[in-house]
């Protein structure tokens, strides 16, 4: 250092070249040191990955670490280069937006490498790798019929209520874009995963252009239908309001469709188990967000449920949601919404469910994943042809642990006596699709 602060003007101190060096020293080390950081992730976890996950991943994340390698040589290049305090200037300044671009690349490796973490308990692993098998037949069996080639899917497990997704090519801390799609589900409904069709709902949409088609359909058909008996509410328009504010929704009712497609009413009953609250908390509305009032949004499952099945016990989750949470205690304008939108969800339900649109060829989502495959009776007719074998035969596991997702859903909303049985079952099961999928690798 010395013989550079000779070819300095007299301005620059040894202190300030210190100061600059070595910060730049700390980040470049950092940088170098990402390896690392993925290699806390055992091989034994990256290895309960699909193959081609977690090759789309690993390239992803040393494509990410490359650029920020990239951008350190150049910083030191630019210091090696000082000759005036202008210039030490500068580079301060890029060593600066270097520890920014390092604390945004770290926060991507954090995640994925911490995704992968969570599968180092063998059991853990094996329940995920079901997982990435139901996550990814159900999404690859949608997207075929429409010439789409489905993404690489990693799921984990994480604290809290709602699960959610990455998808892929979503824009990421560093700028990149995500490699792959990586689902988020909740320890607490680890063995009741229809949640996970829900966040593949959101997947197919992303890729399909579904979500801006539905929201078009959601708000020409509604806008002429909604009744104007709520014009008198403060900051309210009758009729296109509504239709408005239901398109806002349409993301989220659209994953609800997919999750019921696939599950049926196992879909419906344990979303009305994780948004039920208390008292005025599941008509809460909120403008921004995309998820519908949760009163509105169980009642559109109930719909669903009884266009393609029927009476059944659905009919008693609706009654249950009216009793215990009568209009009368939703603020007035969440009041005025349901008012208006509750006469509508039959066709809320023909929109989504049974609308042939352009971006899925000319097909309905009915026709791409067709919801008589789990209903009630079809799944009580798949266990009486299996007869005692249908959670421990291979055959049965890995031919259609979709369709006993949406069985055990089902048992566990109608036979609540038996619920812990039931849920070892799933558990059980999961842990055995995880071997055959491990024993397929």
Avoid at 263 to 268: D, F, L, R
Avoid at 348 to 367: E, F, N, Y
């Amino acid at each position: 250092m010395n013989a550079q602060l000779r070819t300095i003007t007299d301005e620059v101190s040894s202190g300030l070249l210190s100061h600059v060096l070595r910060q730049l020293n700390h980040w470049e080390g950092a940088a170098e040191r990402l390896d690392d950081f993925e290699a806390t992730a055992s091989s034994e976890a990256w290895a309960s990955l699909e193959k081609y996950v977690g090759v789309a991943l690993r390239c992803g994340l040393k494509q990410a670490r490359d650029q920020l390698r990239r951008e350190s040589i150049a910083v030191r290049a630019a210091f090696n280069a000082v000759r005036s305090r202008p210039q030490l200037e500068l580079v301060a300044d890029q060593v600066a937006l270097m520890r920014r671009r390092y604390m945004q690349t770290e926060s991507l490796v954090d995640f994925y490498v911490g995704a992968v973490r969570a599968r180092a308990n063998p059991e853990v692993g094996l329940q995920l790798r079901a997982c990435d098998v139901m996550a990814e037949r159900s999404v690859r069996s949608a997207l075929e019929p429409l010439g789409i080639k489905a993404p690489p899917i990693m799921t984990y497990f994480a604290t809290g209520l709602g699960a959610s997704i990455l998808r892929i090519g979503t824009r990421l801390w560093d700028g990149s874009l995500s490699p792959i799609a990586a689902v988020r589900l909740t320890y607490n409904g680890r063995f009741r995963t229809t949640s996970l069709f829900h966040e593949c709902g959101h997947q197919f949409a992303g890729l399909t252009g579904w979500n801006e088609a539905f929201a078009q359909i959601l708000n020409s058909r509604l806008g002429g239908l909604i009744r104007s008996e709520a014009a008198g509410v403060r900051n309210l328009r009758p009729g296109s309001e509504f239709a408005e504010i239901v398109a806002g929704w349409s993301s989220e009712i659209a994953a609800d469709a997919f999750a019921f497609a696939n599950t049926g009413y196992a879909s419906v009953v344990a979303l009305s188990d994780v948004v039920a609250g208390r008292g005025a908390e599941v008509f809460r509305f909120m403008p921004s967000d995309p998820h519908p009032i949760s009163y509105l949004r169980v009642l559109l499952g109930v719909e669903m449920c009884r266009r393609f099945y029927g009476m059944g016990p659905w009919d008693e989750l609706a009654a249950a949601w009216q009793q215990q949470y009568p209009l009368h205690l939703a603020p007035q304008i969440s009041a005025a919404i349901v008012a208006g939108v509750m006469p509508l969800l039959p066709q809320i339900v023909d929109a989504a469910l049974l609308t042939p649109l352009s971006c899925l060829r000319g097909k309905s989502l009915v026709q791409i994943v067709d919801p008589q495959r789990v209903a009630p009776a079809a799944l009580r007719e798949m266990e009486r042809k299996a007869g005692g074998s249908i959670f421990t035969s291979s055959h049965w596991i890995w031919t259609e642990c979709i369709r006993l997702t949406a069985l055990t859903g089902l048992r566990y909303a109608t036979e609540p006596e038996h619920g812990p049985k039931v849920l070892k079952q799933q558990e059980d099961w999961m842990i055995r699709l995880g071997h055959l999928r491990a024993a397929a690798a």
